[in-house]
């Protein structure tokens, strides 16, 4: 596996060793090992996701508290452009984001720690997107961010965007959190 930094120490790219002929590939998506060697997580994933979304859909910025999931996201058809925003007020990289470009055929994954807000945007006419958590989905604790907050000034790729009433309807961060400007 190969591990690529990002501008956010704790976010990684992760591309995993393919192997590839004639007749199809194969890869690990998934090495519990190889996972904490790149990533020095210790702990275990819980719950995997899929999500569906067509093209210009934009999930998220969604984060959990209490009980902040880690994500690790993969992409198994289509593409998309993936962001994770350090929202911990007490970092010093609070409210910077990265974004990656993830498709089923460059197969990376993207690892956002706990303490992130994370949310894409789906590039392709369609985009299948799986995730494993580090946490369960807790419904109380489903908290999200506008994915256009001025204060992290994210560079959505252009287009026309679709969003759910509840992203729709986001605070900001600083609203959401409760901290003052």
Request: proline residues 7%.
């Amino acid at each position: 596996m190969n591990v690529t930094h990002t501008s956010l120490p704790e976010v990684l790219v992760l591309t995993p060793d393919v192997y590839e002929d004639d007749r199809g590939f194969f890869f690990e998506s998934w090495n519990q090992r190889s996972f904490r060697e790149a990533t020095g997580f210790v702990g275990d994933f819980v719950q995997d996701n899929h999500s569906r979304s067509v093209a210009g859909v934009i999930r998220g910025l969604h984060y959990q508290d209490p009980d902040p999931q880690g994500k690790l996201v993969r992409v198994v058809s289509g593409a998309i452009w993936d962001v994770a925003v350090d929202i911990r007020p007490s970092s010093e990289h609070f409210c910077q984001w990265v974004g990656v470009e993830l498709t089923a055929d460059n197969r990376r994954q993207l690892w956002v720690p706990p303490g992130f807000a994370h949310g894409f945007l789906a590039l392709s006419e369609e985009a299948d997107v799986l995730y494993k958590t580090t946490a369960a989905y807790n419904p109380s604790g489903d908290r999200c961010v506008r994915f256009d907050d001025p204060s992290i000034s994210i560079s959505w790729p252009p287009g026309t965007f679709r969003l759910s009433d509840k992203d729709r309807r986001a605070p900001t961060l600083m609203e959401a959190l409760g901290v003052d400007q």
